[in-house]
Every structure is written in C-alpha cells, then in structure tokens.
C-alpha cells in the first residue's frame, strides 16, 4: 500500500499482521494472542499429538475451564463424568504443552472473554483468537478479535499463524445521548433487529459514534460481544483514553518504559479521516428503547413495549414463535417470567453486578421466580463480594453463583426447563439454548433486575422515572 | 480423500437460521474426539426426549435420502463449534447447499472436507420447489468445474483457489502454514507486539 492511503483502524491492524500473500489463497495471519478452554482444544492437541509437534509459541495462548463447569461447589470434583474428564484433558494437554492455565479454583479462572481484558492480556493493535464465537468481545480494545474452529485452534497452537481471507469492513455510528435505563446491551440489541442475525456476514464491524465514545470499557465489551449475532465475523471499537486508563496497571499490561512505547503505537490506532469501508450504517441513540427479544435468534427482537410483529408465509418464523409459545401481535410486557439469568461473556462484569445490585437494594424477587447471578470470572465475584454486593443479592433472593459460563449454553446443570421463560442477559435465544425446551427472552441487566422484582417483563425505563431512580 | 466429481440425491431442509446449536446440541460438546457426532446431528429436532426418533423430521423420512444437504440461508449461524462440521460430515453429507452460510461454518465445513456450496436465492427456491415435487432429484456437483446442476440447468459456484486445491488434492492447512516458518519468526523480531 501506499503511505498515503487512507485505512480504516481494522485495515491497519489487518494489514501489519500479514505474514504472506497470494493471490487466490488465504493470508498467512500472525496471531498476537490465543485463548483456549476445555471444549473446542482437545481435539486441537490430538492432532498436535499425532503430527508428533509442539505448540510453536506456548507462552502466547492462555487457557482457563468455563464453558462446562459448575456454578456451585467448584472447590469439590465434577460430578458430571464427561465435564470432569473434559477438564482434566485440558489441565494435561496444558502441563504437556506448557501453556498457563487459570483451571477451576484458580484464583484468575473466569469466562474466557472475561479474563482476558480483566488481566490486561487483551490490548490494543493486538490479532486475538479463541474457538468460541464470542472472542468478538475483545474488539472493544481496538484489537481484530474474532472466533475460530478447533481445526483453526491447531493451526495457531502449531504455528502461532492461521489461514484468514479478509472480510469485508463496516462502520456503524451510533450518535446522540442514550435515554434513561438504555444500556450498551439494548444498542447491539436494537441494531441486530434492524440488519437481522445475518446483516453483517462477510464483515468485520467498527463502531462509532458518540454514543460508543460515551460507553464504558464493559459497556463497549458487550457491543463488540454480540457482532458475531449479526453474523459479522467480529466488531471493533477505536480505542481512546477510556481504554488506556483501563488497561494501566492491569497485571499483564506493559509498564514503564514498555507502556510508554506502547501509547505510541495504540495512538495510531484509529480510522483515518476519509477512509473508505464496504458499508456504512447510522443509528439515532435516542430511538433506542429497552429491548428484548421474542424469537429464536438474536435479530428477532422488539423495543419492549412493542408488539411481536408478523411475517405471513415464513415458515422459519411461524416455527420460531410455535416454540416460544407466542403469537404476532402479542405483547410481551407483563408476560410472566419463570427465570431470570444474570451472567455470561455478555453482562457479567462488575459494573453489570453492581447494576443489577443498584436496582434491587432493599427490594425481594417475585416469589416464583429463579434468579442466577452467575459472575464471569473469580475476581468479579471477589470485588462484588468486597463491594457488599453478594449482601444485596442475598437479602433479595438471588443465588449468586461461582464463575462460568453457565445457563447461557446450559453445558453444565444450569438449565432453564423445558416450557420455561427466561428474561437472560446472555446472547443467544437458540431453540434449547438454555436447556433443551427452554424459552429466552434476551434483555439488558436492568430489564433482567426488573424481571427478577416483579415476575414478568416490564418496561425498566418507566419503572425508573416512577422510581426516580438515577442511572 | 480426494473430492470427485459426483451426483447424488439430496435432503430438504429449507428453514433458515438454522444455528449449530440445532445442528448439535451444547451438551454433545463434552467429546474429546472428532468421531461420532453424527448420531446426534439435529438431536432436538430429530429425537423425543425418550429418544424415540420424530417422525415429522425429514432425517426421519425415508423420502429424503442423499449425500448432499439443501438447506435455507445463513445456515451454521451462532456459536463457532466445529462439532457442527464434523456431525455433518459424520452422518455422511459431502455438500450443502445454501442461499448463505454463516463465515465460521463455512470455514469449518471446508476444513473438513465438506463443500459448501452458495447459490442465488432463486436457484434455491427452484431446487426447494424441485426437490418438494420429486425428493429423487439428482445433483450433479462437479468440484474441477466449480459447476453444479440439477433439473438440466447448470451453476457455477465460487470457491477460492487454495481451498479447491485442499479438497482436490487432500492438502493440508498446517503444512502450508509450517512452510512459512522462516517468515513467522522474522516477523516476530520486528512486530512491536511480541
């Protein structure tokens, strides 16, 4: 390229991890960072095993057991043979290879996408990989971020590279103020319903706007997490002085000289003034409502006081609202809630906790409702507890679990049964999601609170004004 | 294994979205081994509880038979689980056949020897409306040629170079990749990343 070419923040970063070239072949992409758990890696290391390798830089993958592990009692076996035996393969291929692991009980474990920015291990500029479709999270850095295949977790484990075509780019502003009790998780909400579940396919997203400019790291996390539900290949946000005042002084963040050298790399991490992207699309933040979805994937949802809307003669659709047990031109407000989980790569960070604690100080759960809180890593569940607000959860009723991933994808025995309706602040509303006949209605933690007090879903927006509760 | 020429009957599945979560459960994910996910590939859709096969669902049909899987657009959505790829390919499908697929799967399917074949949206609802008038369709998937056809009208599809040569040629990702080693750690002495 030429030096004066204008190049969006994902091409400069794309551009300087290239390794070769060629025409009619994926590039050879260098990878900066690799996150493993015990699911999609053990066929990864079979096939090291076999091919008689070492994994080529084993001090750049991080490994940590979320996706099947228990949300009580972690200090005991598994119990669950399969999960166990899961584990431990990790705990093994891990010694084996020499790769760090934050295992069940260690005092780093979490959700994947939850460590890594809490330990500074996620940075700006960096290409950061995992097989798990969520590691889109970790664009809120500024970083091309994004999931992979077990098949593509070997190539990287062998060779620190793996084969990537670039996707095509995409910028989505968001300008204007938020109203009150709009949160980051209603905006990735609000604009998965507009483009649908696969509006982005083939694109790599960056946001923009002074909406996002607005945003907390945590906040931006939860955009950036959910892009792969508008089948983007990942989401990217330019990073700035929120972003650097968040990662100083994490505990594998450069320091001294290293940092300094560092802010002058990050500062150059931004789209330049002109550059030119394959799509651009731009939101008003003040038409986003508190959102929830109605249907089985993440593009079917609704501002909350709106109606299921109708699609005669689809098909997919009539089999979506059949299994949620619903029908177009029903309203979802004051349906009633059977669960309510708190948790995932999505919104459970400490400031989702504290939130969620904000709203339901002083107040119980509707009494035939279950709530999990489920923290996404162990030093999210210690600050909550130094921050008194396991004290809350309990006086109110809620169970506040131990680290992992939990009821978003029910691997382990968080299941929401069969029939049930449960306002979630995961990601995903798959038919048996969160367990086999399960019913998901995804929401912001605020509308998860609401939903936990009263027993149905309710507009939080106004039970805030009547509340003059301030956000 | 080397990816011929062949032609074949297909199975209907014309839903959209279909996710992986559909195409194998979160709770099949505890293997440590590629093999054997075929029993369980569209599990809850294709089994009762008890286990008891559902009869409604085409995999249940003796209708629909076939090596090659017609399905409606952005299938292999949601999460990034190869599993999906290898449940598919375990059951014995070798093509599947779409309006779009979802970028991970897509990937993951040709990494396992599956070719995932895109089709303009008309071309699938005449194969969809073919196939619901004569379930013994054959296609006709022609690799080398990048063509295939069906009902005597053919289509070209797309599929880059590299990948073409990997499903002709059985070559393999991580050979290729291991030929760059040299360039890696050149790479690595100069990237401020390191």
């Known amino acids: 390229m030429n030096s004066g070419e204008k190049r969006t923040l994902f091409e400069k970063i794309w551009d300087q991890h290239v390794i070769h070239s060629r025409e009619g072949y994926p590039d050879v992409f260098y990878i900066d960072r690799h996150f493993i758990h015990e699911v999609t890696s053990p066929q990864a290391f079979d096939g090291l095993k076999k091919r008689g390798i070492q994994v080529a830089k084993p001090n750049k993958t991080i490994a940590t057991a979320d996706h099947n592990v228990p949300t009580k009692d972690q200090h005991l076996p598994i119990k669950e043979m399969l999960s166990r035996f899961q584990v431990e393969t990790l705990t093994q291929n891990c010694k084996e290879f020499g790769i760090e692991l934050f295992g069940l009980g260690h005092e780093k474990q979490g959700i994947v996408h939850v460590i890594g920015p809490e330990l500074g291990l996620t940075l700006p500029g960096m290409t950061i990989v995992c097989g798990d479709s969520h590691t889109s999270t970790h664009g809120a850095f500024g970083t091309i971020a994004f999931g992979i295949g077990t098949s593509e977790v070997e190539q990287v484990l062998a060779t620190q590279t793996i084969l990537q075509y670039k996707p095509k780019t995409m910028r989505i502003e968001i300008n204007g103020e938020l109203k009150p009790g709009v949160l980051s998780k209603d905006i990735i909400l609000y604009i998965i319903s507009k483009i649908s579940a696969s509006g982005a396919t083939g694109y790599f997203v960056e946001y923009a706007g002074t909406a996002i400019e607005g945003l907390s790291m945590e906040a931006r996390m939860t955009i950036c997490n959910m892009s792969i539900e508008m089948g983007a290949r990942g989401g990217m946000i330019a990073p700035d002085e929120i972003t650097f005042e968040y990662i100083k002084g994490r505990e594998y963040a450069p320091k001294g000289e290293a940092w300094d050298e560092m802010m002058n790399y990050w500062k150059t991490l931004y789209s330049d003034q002109g550059a030119q992207y394959d799509k651009v699309l731009n939101f008003d933040a003040n038409d986003i409502g508190p959102m929830i979805t109605y249907g089985t994937n993440p593009g079917m949802g609704i501002s909350i006081g709106e109606t299921i809307p109708d699609q005669p003669g689809d098909a997919s659709f009539k089999k979506s609202l059949d299994y949620m047990g619903l029908s177009s031109g029903e309203r979802l407000l004051d349906k009633k809630v059977d669960y309510v989980f708190i948790g995932s790569c999505t919104n459970s960070r400490i400031e989702d906790l504290r939130l969620v604690a904000d709203f339901v100080k002083g107040k119980s759960k509707a009494p035939d409702v279950n709530v999990w809180i489920v923290p996404g890593s162990k030093a999210v569940e210690a600050q909550a507890k130094r921050e008194g607000l396991d004290k809350i959860f309990l006086e109110a009723g809620f169970e506040l679990r131990q680290p992992g991933c939990s009821a978003c994808l029910a691997m382990n025995e968080d299941k929401v049964p069969a029939g049930a309706y449960c306002v979630s602040t995961s990601n995903r509303n798959f038919e048996g999601r969160q367990g086999p006949g399960s019913r998901t209605f995804l929401a912001s933690p605020l509308t998860a609170a609401a939903a936990a007090i009263t027993g149905k879903v309710v507009d939080v927006s106004t039970l805030l004004k009547k509340e003059a509760h301030v956000i | ?194």
């Open chain 2, 1 to 194: 294994m080397s990816f011929e020429k062949f032609s074949d009957t297909a199975v209907l599945l014309p839903l959209e979205n279909v996710d992986t979560d559909q195409i194998i459960p979160a709770r099949f994910l505890k293997a440590t081994t590629r093999e054997g996910f075929g029993e369980n590939l569209f599990c809850d859709w294709r089994f009762n509880k008890d286990g008891s096969p559902k009869p409604d669902f085409v995999l249940n049909q003796e209708t629909y038979k076939g090596s090659i899987l017609a399905v409606g657009k952005n299938f292999g959505c949601g999460s990034s689980r190869e599993h999906a790829a290898w449940a598919i390919g375990d059951y014995g499908f070798k093509v599947v056949i779409s309006s779009f697929f979802a970028d991970i799967f897509k990937n993951n399917a040709l990494n396992n020897n599956i070719l995932p074949i895109v089709a303009e949206e008309q071309v699938m609802d005449r194969l969809f409306k073919e196939l619901q008038n004569d379930p013994a369709t054959e296609i006709l998937v022609d690799l080398p040629n990048e063509q295939w056809s069906f009902g005597g009208k053919s289509y070209g599809f797309e599929i880059n170079e590299y990948k073409k040569e990997c499903l002709l040629k059985g070559y393999d990702n991580i050979d290729y990749l291991l030929s760059h080693k040299q360039a890696v750690e050149s790479f690595e002495q100069k990237h401020i990343l390191n």
